[in-house]
Each structure stands twice: as C-alpha cells, then as structure tokens.
C-alpha cells in the first residue's frame, strides 16, 4: 500500500471491450477503515449473544419490551437511503446535464432517510426512558443501548460525512483523487446501513 | 572539497524514537506483570477485596510504580519525532497540526504516569482502611482509561496531514493516505473510554472491551506502525541527503504555491 | 477535503466499466442494485414477520436462525452490489465473502450455544 497519487494524472482509459475491469471502489484506506469498523462489531455481535447465553430468560423477557415496529421502520429507512446513495452514484457520470444535478439531491435525500432514524430512535430512546429503562436496568439493555448508539454514532459520523459529498456533487468536475473519496464516502454511509441490517435482526428479533 | 551533508538530525531522531520505543516496552512490562493491571481488577469488586489485592501484591505493585517512574513519559520522545517529522511534511505557513501533536504527546504522558503513582500509592500502606486503598485504586484506574481527549488532539492532526493531498508530493513522507484512516478509525474507537464512569460491568466498565481492551491494543498497533512508518521515511530522508551532498537544508521542500 | 488547484481530467469517460453513463430515469433505475433493493426490503418483511409472532414457522428456534441467516445474505448483497465489491480486486472481494461467512457462522454458533 503506497501513498495514493491524488493529483490528476492520466487516467487510464478502459478497453471499449465489454469485460469489466476489477477495481477497488474509493481508496484503499477507506477499506481499512469500514473492515476494521465492521470486525469491532463482528465482536460486539458474539459479545452479546455471549453475554445471552448466561441469562436466556432475563434476554427474552427484556427484549419482549422492545418495539419492533420501530426496528423494522428504521432499517426500511437506511435501506431507502442506500438506495439513493446508489442512484447518486449512477449519475455523477453522467453526461446528460439533468441527470448529473440530480445528483446533490439524491444525497439530500439520503440525508433526510437518515436524519429519520435518528428521530425515531429518538423516540425509541425517549419511551425506554420513560418506562424507566436505562443501560443500568440490566445487561440486556446495557447491550441494547450501547451497541444501537455505537451504531447511531456511527450514522451521525455518516450524516455529516454526507454533507461533504453534497457539496462535492455541486461542483461540475471531480478530479480522480476527489472521485476516490466521494466513492469512499458512499461506501461507508451503505456500511452505517450494513452494521443495522444485522443489529436489527441480532437484538429485536433473534429469540 | 564539499563538507559531507550532516546526518545529525535524521540520527538524533532516530535515536530518541528508539529511547521512546525502549521506555514504551518496559512500561508495558511493568504495567502487566508486576502492577497486575492487564486485565485489571473488575470495576465491582468490594473495598476489602481490593485492599487484599493491594495487601498481597504490595512489593510487586510498588517496584512496578518505581520503574514507571522511569518511564512513564515515554510518549514524549516518540511524539517529539512524529511532531518534527509532522512538521517536515506541513507546508503553508506556522506548523500548527505539528505544535498540536507535540503539546498533545506532552500531556498524555501526565495521564500515562500518573496511574502507577496512584497504585503505588495504594500499594505503600495496603494496611490502611481498604476504603482508603479501594479509592486510590479507583483514581489510579479511572485516569488512566478515561483520559482519551489528549490522544484524539494527536490523532487528529495525524489524520489531517494523511488526508491533504499536499502531504503526498512530500518525499519520503512517514505519512501515507491509508495511515490517515487507520488513525482516524483508532481515534474513534478511543472515544469510548470516558464511558468509564458510568458502568461496572459489561463492555464499557473499565475492564471493558471498548473502553480497556481496544484502546490499550489500539494504541500499541498505532505506536508500533507509526514508528516503523517513522523509521522507514528517515532512512530515506539520509539517503537523499547523502545522495544530492547538502548539508543540512531540507532537500525536498515541496512548493509552498500548491496549498 | 481540499481541492487541487491542478486541472483534472474528465473523470466522464474514466469510470465506464463500472459506471456506465446514466442519461434517461429509465436507465438510471435498470440495475442489479435496484433488483438486489427491492429483495432486501422484502426480506426485511419476511424477517419482521418471524420475529414478531407473524410468522408461519412455528419453532422461535428455526425462525431465529431463518433471521440470522437473511441478515448475513442481505449484508453480503450490499457489501457486494451496494459497496460495489463485485467487481474489486479478489483480496477485496475475498474479504466480504469471508466475513459474511465467518461471522454468520460465528453467531449461529452463539445463538444455538445459547
């Protein structure tokens, strides 16, 4: 792994054939970054159903409590979210000037799906709070509430990192370097949606 | 007849960052077998458990604290290099990120010595009232994990310096663009840690994953790769110098127009 | 991010082969992406639907593994058509293969320890 040339150099011009050619998609560090994020929950997932095996009844009794309504909505949520970030990247290229500005608004959007699972997590938080729920009511909701608000903080890293590539996208050109971090960027906002499909599944639903 | 070209700064460096490496290990080795802090006692044991801990360990514990009196500020040396180093490659103006990271290494060593103190203070009249030794103990373990703020000001400056693009026209930079995301990755990881406060068991109690394990590996990768980074980008940095003759000067002083 | 002052070449004709140049609605939606989208959020249902006594299976053990399997295949999808590592270099694609792989089995083993 060397240093990444981010200055413009001759891009290299792929054969008209129709073969694709293997790339990586952003920079090579940003994987560094999404693998070593996805190992730590990788950990956390064993973690928990670890620290379930101990207390089988008390998990299931704590987790009945949970809303699943709000688990569900939310991952539909991050998923109508990825989807815009995908359509983003379809048109940054593309050479009809219409579709290229849809562009930033696709991302607002995005940021928009996002925003909402914060506030219905919010809202999750609030009602937990208000049946006088806390992380010290027991270890199944220390989980719950640590590992949803790792991942919530993670979305908030993603929400502010997409703010950067709305405004990347207003710009008419990208340079090559540029390009490798706009892509980095969308790969991890569908990494923030990744971590929640199997968080999901892992803590309202598993019983 | 041309004087040779000086080595005096590229050898002084690496000679301190070997010091800081030296003192780093030996620090690691007191903290793990004779303190006994790796994994450190669970965060919900009782005052008396404690002090029996403190009253048995007494002699280990205290020789633990003399040679972390020795060397504690390890991170001083080593972030001494990397601060230089920082500077060498920040071009436009006053080397700010550089002076943040050295001020940054400067306090974190306070956080890194004053652990062993508390503990050996515990340790040097264990027969006292365990209330006593147990908070002392709590102090010792409490300053050590939840001190993160003064890693993060390092980390960031480092991430910063990766991630500008005019870091990468520097030569023999120990600065790479992927190094910018590892470090940016670890500091967020490290934030956990003033969690501390609020648990006594599971992940972020003080012997947690998130807020003992993770920082306390996290940091050793970080030091280990930043330094070999460290040593790599000098032993270019003499070569070029030895290569074009001058003597002294930074040879590759990139254009100040491009940033 | 700071920008280059440099002039950077078009990047319009670089990314061909993995971004094919969009130029109707029509196309923009035409994609393994969109189809790979439209399982996931019917797997999202069909999940919903087994962990919240929906179901049509009737063991809360077979339903939860159903659960736990949907969540590893759904990951790799996005990992592989969302994130783009279908077409990156193997050691790449390797590592999202291996991880959906290693920690689905990791958490079934878990689960049925439990």
């Known amino acids: 792994m060397t240093d990444i040339d981010l200055e413009a150099r001759p891009a290299t011009t792929s054969p008209p054939s129709t073969r694709r050619t293997r790339r990586i998609p952003g920079e090579e560090g940003t994987w560094i970054f999404i693998f070593g994020d996805m190992c730590v929950f990788a950990v956390f997932f064993c973690v928990f159903l670890h620290a379930r095996i101990s207390d089988p009844v008390g998990f299931a009794r704590d987790q009945a409590e949970l809303n699943q309504n709000f688990g569900a909505i939310n991952t539909v949520l991050l998923l109508v979210s990825s989807l815009f970030i995908v359509l983003t990247m379809r048109v940054i290229h593309s050479s009809n000037a219409v579709m290229r500005a849809k562009a930033p608004v696709f991302i607002a959007a995005a940021w928009l799906c996002g925003a909402g699972f914060l506030v219905i997590k919010g809202f999750e938080y609030a009602e937990k709070v208000h049946h006088g729920i806390t992380p010290q009511t027991s270890d199944f909701f220390m989980y719950y509430f640590v590992l949803t608000g790792l991942h919530a903080f993670h979305l908030v890293l993603g929400l502010a990192l997409l703010v950067v590539l709305f405004v990347m996208s207003r710009k008419p050109e990208l340079s090559k370097g540029q390009f490798a971090f706009f892509e980095g960027g969308a790969c991890f906002w569908h990494m923030v949606d990744l971590l929640w499909l199997v968080l999901f599944p892992l803590i309202f639903l598993v019983r | ?259 | 991010m700071e920008t280059s002052t440099t002039p950077a070449p078009s990047t319009s004709e670089t990314f061909d082969a993995a971004h094919p140049d969009v130029r109707t609605p029509a196309e923009l939606l035409r994609s393994s992406a969109s189809a790979v989208w439209v399982f996931l959020v019917l797997a999202t249902v069909v999940s919903w639907a087994l962990g919240t006594d929906h179901g049509f299976v009737e063991s809360t053990r077979t339903a939860s593994l159903i659960v736990l399997v949907v969540a590893f295949v759904k990951v790799r999808f996005v990992g592989l058509y969302f994130m783009e590592l279908k077409d990156a270099p193997l050691p790449l694609r390797a590592l999202i293969e291996a991880y959906c792989l290693v920690v689905c089995c990791l958490t079934i083993g878990f689960y049925l320890a439990g």
Not at chain 2, 128 to 157: C, K, S
């Open chain 2, 1 to 259: 007849m041309p004087a040779a070209p000086s080595l005096f700064s590229e050898k002084s460096q690496r000679a301190i960052l070997w010091w800081g490496i030296g003192l780093a290990v030996v620090y690691a080795v007191a903290l793990i077998f004779l303190m006994k802090m790796v994994p450190p006692p669970d965060a919900d044991w009782s005052a008396e458990r404690v002090a029996e801990f403190y009253r048995d360990n007494s002699t280990s514990i205290r020789w633990g604290a003399v040679i972390s009196g020795w060397t504690g500020a390890f991170m001083m040396p080593i972030l001494a290099v990397v601060a230089i180093q920082m500077a060498r490659v920040e071009t436009g103006g006053a080397k700010i990120w550089a002076a943040l990271s050295l001020v940054s290494g400067a306090v974190m060593s306070i956080w890194l010595a004053l652990p062993p103190i508390f503990w050996g203070a515990a340790a040097f009249s264990a027969d006292r009232n365990p209330e006593i030794t147990a908070m002392t103990h709590e102090i010792g373990l409490l300053t050590l994990v939840t001190t993160d703020q003064f890693y993060v000001f390092l980390w960031v400056g480092v991430t910063v310096l990766c991630l500008r693009p005019a870091t990468q026209l520097v030569k023999h930079n120990p600065f790479p663009r992927w190094w910018g995301y590892l470090s940016l990755w670890i500091t967020i990881m490290f934030e956990a840690g003033a969690f501390a406060f609020v648990p006594k068991t599971g992940l972020l109690s003080w012997n947690g994953l998130l807020v003992f394990w993770s920082p306390l590996s996290l940091f050793g990768v970080w030091i280990s790769i930043q330094s070999w980074l460290l040593f790599r980008a000098l032993r270019g940095q003499e070569a070029e110098k030895l290569a074009t003759g001058t003597t002294g000067a930074p040879v590759s002083e990139p254009a100040e127009a491009l940033l």
